[in-house]
């Protein structure tokens, strides 16, 4: 008697629990605590400035491994050099396999490291306007891409449009850019070539 009542009463359990929204892993807007404003393009490849403040909060926009991180603005507006415009900038390689890079920080958080986990919503760094942004309204560039040897900047900085992503994070949905990364890598081939700009 006593089994067959906890057997029902694990059954209901089970048959009233709310089933989970989404199997999948839960995704952050990069930019909290402050107005944001983003525009649905990008010059010379997909990737999406999004305008702060100077010092917003950046945080990662999923679980996963700090992948890059570069604390020096090495950035001369004279020989522009690709690998040195993103200025202040910390990448990580989400739970779901995509790289999530995020670049012109004013600061990057003390603890953040290549190798350190972190959590979606944690903080990684500043809003600023470093590296080829020096002069202009502080903002985020933000790139989705997959992961590379390291110093693949050409990759790094975006290589699908993220801003159906921003939207949807900012809605509190979890849609996942994975399918359309594995795409675009399919077709470009983990390192392509160098771009002249
Ligand atoms: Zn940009």
């Not at 906890?6 to 605590?33: D, E, H």
């Not at 990684?124 to 933000?142: C, D, E, I, N």
């Not at 900047?153 to 159906?164: C, L, S, Y």
Request: net charge positive.
């Amino acid at each position: 008697m006593k089994i067959r009542i906890a057997l029902a009463a694990l059954i209901s359990l089970i048959l009233l629990s709310p089933l989970p929204a989404s199997a999948g892993p839960v995704y952050v807007f990069p930019v909290t605590g402050c107005e944001v404003n983003y525009a649905r393009a990008h010059h010379d490849y997909p990737a999406t400035d999004i305008l702060a403040k100077s010092g917003c909060a950046f945080v990662a926009p999923i679980d996963g491994v700090i992948d890059e991180v570069n604390r020096v603005d090495t950035w001369s507006g004279r020989v522009n050099a690709g690998i040195t415009r993103g200025g202040l900038s910390v990448s990580l390689i989400g739970v779901d396999g995509v790289r999530y890079y995020g670049s012109h920080l004013r600061s990057i958080h003390k603890a953040i490291q290549p190798g350190l986990e972190v959590k979606a919503g944690q903080r990684l760094g500043a809003v600023g306007a470093t590296g080829s942004a020096r002069g202009t309204s502080p903002h985020l560039h933000f790139g989705i891409s997959w992961p590379t040897p390291a110093d693949t900047w050409w990759v790094r900085r975006g290589a699908v449009a993220p801003w159906k992503y921003l939207d949807a994070w900012k809605a509190g949905k979890d849609l996942s850019p994975v399918k359309e990364v594995a795409a675009a890598l399919k077709k470009a081939g983990e390192v392509p070539p160098e771009p002249k700009k």
